[in-house]
């Protein structure tokens, strides 16, 4: 029999309102013994728990009976005083009484388990509560929805679709079958092929609104990098001096611009240097420029182009420092804007430009096919079996069957409906406990 588990559902400290959550088959029992018996479905009713003849607290208590419940079994809220004593003393009696805390996400667990939710579902129930922006609440919103498990249920659909057409040919060659059926499925199986590849060419934007932005400062020593960086997160986090070589390591700060969350990158001016310490700092920068989104090309005002004009990309922006001072400039191909970090001239327009960037970046009209890593390894092992199977279509039918079972299989993973227990772990793993 499963266990009846219980977690404090708040944050723990000191607080108005405390929740224990209770779930399984001696929720009810749980309740009549700590003075809570008899209770209504999903109505709050104000009791005196108690337990060995101990008071515990007056609280409102709510009951969901199995299945209309969140973990689709017998569950409970106590809503205490946020006491810590009074949290501890309704704890204690709860394992005398042989329930026991719960692992973390082991609510959402049991919530999949039960056919509550599948696991893209699952996985939004920990994004919606790390959310941080409009963004990232809003793309957990809908994955919760089930827009994630609606575009993978539809990727699969075309697959098996594919397969039907190609297994009703080999296993019925005797019976009233139209010729080449199984070659018929070609058609299908191009347009998912181009799904599949769309969806992963797509997949940053999901990654991105969830993880955060990464953009990154680049330039030469004293270009006024650490200056702007500073002027962007309103607060002196990194050390500014006249001296050339000040930053020696990147310095990450994370902001919210635009409803986004962004990871923005202070880096070590790129030069040669034969400082040791200097030197590992620039490979870092350097490092952290190739893995950007963006990057912020830092100009002052004598610099030449530099070792920066090799790591910036088309579309990043020329940022000249120092524009109080009429400096300007510009480079073939990028797009420029002229700030001055002492007067804050230009720093509104740079943030609305940045603003503006990450709208067109992570925003779209389609629910994003990817959200996390394992849903990008899972469409990419996808799209190399339909391919495997497109080429198998042609050159032997029943060859191509064994490849679209694979790349079906793949997508089947993302939802669990199908090979859960290897990425349970993996899935529940970051959950706090009560969720």
Known sequence: MTDTIFALATPPGRGAIAILRLSGPGTDDAL?????????????????????????????????????????????????????????AAADALVALGLRPADPGEFTRRAFENGRMDLAQAEAVADLIDAETVAQASQALGQLDGALSQTYTGFRRDLL????????????????????????????????????????????????????????LIGETNAGKSSLFNALVAREAAIVTPIAGTTRDVLDADLIIGGYAVTLSDTAGLRDSADPVEAEGVRRARARAEGADLRLWIRGPDDAEGDAAGFARPGDLLVLTKADLGAGGSAPGFETLGVSTTTGQGLSDLHDWIAAR??????????????????????????????????????????????LRRAADALARVTGAIGVEDILGEVFSTFCIGK
């Open 358 to 403: 990450l709208a067109r970046d992570l925003s779209g009209a389609d629910f994003p096919a990817v959200t996390r890593e394992r849903h990008r390894r899972r469409l990419g092992e996808a799209l190399a079996a339909a391919e495997a199977g497109r080429v198998a279509l042609e050159v032997a039918p029943e060859m191509a069957g064994d490849d």
């Open 161 to 216: 679709t594919a397969l039907a057409l190609v297994e009703a040919e080999i296993d019925f060659p005797d019976e009233e079958v139209p010729d080449n059926l199984a070659r018929s499925a070609g058609p299908v199986l191009d347009r998912l092929i181009a799904d599949l590849k769309a969806a992963l060419a797509d997949a940053r934007r999901g990654e991105r609104v969830r993880e955060g932005y990464r953009i990154v």
């Open 32 to 88: 009549t013994v700590l003075g809570a018996g008899g209770l209504r479905p999903r109505t709050a009713s104000l009791r005196d728990l108690s337990h060995d003849g101990r008071p515990i607290d007056q609280a409102l208590v709510l009951r969901f009976p199995a299945p209309n419940s969140y973990t689709g079994d017998d569950c409970a809220e106590l809503h205490l005083h946020g006491g810590r004593a009074v949290v501890e």
